[in-house]
């Protein structure tokens, strides 16, 4: 079992910068990877962003969606046993919830039923 915790988030005027962290605990060596999911108001969940666990910087295995592709920025600590998602460039339509998740398995990243552990999510909100 893996058990994640978010922190960070808040509000922010569009334009503006947030960081949102994710920290893993318990059977952390089954992690394959760590992903973030976002869901609006209304709106069913969707994939923002994914990395393979245990990244090291500068040789990372990353994918965003579209709409943040550019804006946004995953990363990880595995000495924190850590994942981070830094959001540049914030816009309105980025308000959701947002949450992070870790998966055992080794494809299908971008699919919240690839992930087995789920943070409880933290609030994000984009003025304009």
């Known amino acids: 079992q893996v058990q994640l915790v978010e922190s960070g988030g808040g509000l922010v005027q569009a334009g503006g910068s947030l960081s949102v962290s994710c920290a893993a605990s318990g059977h952390i060596f089954s992690i394959a990877a760590v992903g973030w999911f976002r869901q609006a108001p209304g709106k069913e969940r969707e994939f923002v962003a994914s990395i393979k666990w245990g990244t090291i910087k500068g040789t990372s295995e990353t994918s965003y969606s579209d709409s943040v592709q550019g804006r946004f920025t995953i990363s990880t600590n595995y000495v924190k046993d850590t994942a981070y998602l830094q959001m540049n460039s914030l816009k309105p339509e980025d308000t959701a919830v947002y949450y992070c998740?870790?998966?055992?398995?080794?494809?299908?990243?971008?699919?919240?039923?690839?992930?087995?552990?789920w943070g409880q999510g933290t609030q994000v909100t984009v003025s304009s």
């Open positions: 998740a870790a998966t055992t398995t080794y494809s299908g990243w971008s699919f919240a039923d690839s992930y087995t552990s």
